[in-house]
């Protein structure tokens, strides 16, 4: 995923989040959703939020979109992105680097990434990762499963 790694300890969802060099970064939140959308006030509103998809047949497509809130982020312009990685750590979709800057009142900032058309090529812990200036700050898992003959309806496609 490239840069530093930073220092990370699991929450009781199994997401991570990096203190960062120095102790610079305070914390992330990450969530996975199946859509978004963003009213006139600018605020993100997520849809179907998951934290895993079950699917009919591999390899299968889904658009799944990644949200993150990064709080006491250093002052100044960062570079931040959202990755989906495979459970072997190939890196499966990257969001766009954009640019961020911390508000004001609160030193926080949203990252927006939607993937299209995401093509799971495996079952099993996938990972939603927020890199910000090349350092992955936080991580969140999204397991995949394989909907079996008869399960009930869940989410498979």
Do not use: Y
Not at 41 to 53: A, E, F, P
């Amino acid at each position: 995923m490239g840069g530093a790694t930073a220092t990370t300890a699991p929450n009781e969802e199994g997401a991570t989040t990096g203190l960062g060099s120095g102790g610079q970064w305070g914390s992330a939140s990450l969530l996975v959703a199946e859509s978004f959308s963003i009213d006139a006030w600018q605020r993100v509103h997520l849809h179907d939020v998951c934290d895993g998809i079950v699917v009919r047949a591999l390899p299968a497509r889904r658009r799944l979109c990644a949200c993150a809130k990064v709080w006491a982020l250093p002052p100044g312009k960062h570079q931040a992105r959202l990755l989906l990685v495979e459970p072997d750590g190939g890196l499966l979709a990257a969001g766009t680097p954009s640019a961020v800057q911390p508000d004001r009142d609160r030193s926080s900032c949203t990252v927006l990434t939607a993937f299209s058309a995401v093509q799971f090529r495996s079952a099993g812990r996938h990972e939603v990762a927020l890199e910000v200036d090349g350092q992955t700050v936080a991580t969140i898992p999204l397991e995949v499963a394989v909907q079996a003959d008869g399960e009930g309806p869940g989410s498979a496609v």
